[in-house]
């Protein structure tokens, strides 16, 4: 198979409030920005907010597809949970620290760490 995945979005409510979010979350600027679709680039992957309202379309919030987010420590991973709703507590899954946190929109995204003994 000779495919990648390169990219994903996340549907926003609130495009203003969810790149601020973003931009505290990520530690850097959004990179391409406007009212409809706003990206981040996360390390060459392409992190995309989509205002689906502003485009008449009907979306159902859920949690059964997570973005993910790696951090290379677990006191990294403990600080970016920092004051956020969490919905799946710290855990230790195998070799990783795992954990779930609502964002500014009502998205749940995972967020791990590699387990260091």
Aim: charged share 25%.
């Amino acid at each position: 198979m000779n495919c990648k995945i390169t990219s994903l979005y996340i549907c926003v409510k609130d495009m203003e409030r969810a790149v601020k979010f973003y931009e505290v979350f990520f530690a850097c600027p959004v990179t391409e920005r406007d009212e409809i679709y706003s990206v981040f680039d996360i390390g060459g992957f392409r992190y995309g907010l989509f205002a689906y309202q502003k485009m008449h379309e009907e979306h159902e919030f859920g949690s059964n597809c997570l973005p993910s987010v790696s951090f290379e420590s677990v006191d990294e991973l403990k600080a970016k949970l920092v004051g956020k709703e969490i919905c799946f507590p710290l855990t230790r899954i195998k070799n990783n620290w795992v954990a779930e946190f609502v964002d500014s929109e009502g998205n749940h995204v995972e967020v791990t760490a590699p387990v260091k003994d």
